[in-house]
């Protein structure tokens, strides 16, 4: 059955979901990188970081759309587009050669879904842990459950 809102209330209802999310993604800093190992575990949970980018303009502007994703539920498809003819503009789309002759992949359709599917996931969960230790005295317990696979490993059975 469906409910008619007020438009306000609506918008809010739909946003509130992922306060914690945007929030967690948005008091990230920035960190340049070459390989993903130049960031370090934990850094990386403050600091947003793609691998190979070394300009932070181009950063930012990934960053932006990662951003507008999590914030307006923008698909992979929406991202891949806007972001797609923007990389090409600044000379990070496709393989390049490195130095010594190796093959380096760039900015590609595969790299974005990685991007795009990593730190919407990330900041998801960390706005659901959040919203957990919030509320921990009243439900101080957490019941893990599997997920939706065919095949479970043994010891998540367990």
Known sequence: MHFAFNRE??????????DEALQYFREKGFQLSWHYWDVWKDERTRA???????????????????DK??????????FKQQL???????GWLGFTLSAQGKQI???????????YDTNLRVAR???????????????PYLLYSL????????????
Do not use: N
């Not at 209330?9 to 992922?18: H, I």
């Not at 992949?105 to 990685?114: N, S």
């Open 147 to 158: 997920g939706p696979s065919k095949e479970h490993r043994l010891m998540h059975e367990r």
């Open 125 to 139: 969960s960390a706005g659901q842990w959040t919203r957990i230790q919030r509320s921990k005295k009243a439900l």
């Open 84 to 90: 797609i003819p923007l990389l090409a503009q600044k």
């Open 105 to 115: 992949e760039l900015g590609t359709p595969r790299r974005l879904k990685i991007i």
């Open 69 to 78: 994703a999590l914030a307006e539920g923008i698909t992979f498809h929406t």
């Open 9 to 18: 209330q609506d918008a809010q209802k739909k946003s509130s979901g992922f």
């Open 48 to 66: 947003f970081t793609v691998a190979k980018i070394t300009c932070q303009d181009l950063l930012m502007d990934i960053r932006q759309w990662v």
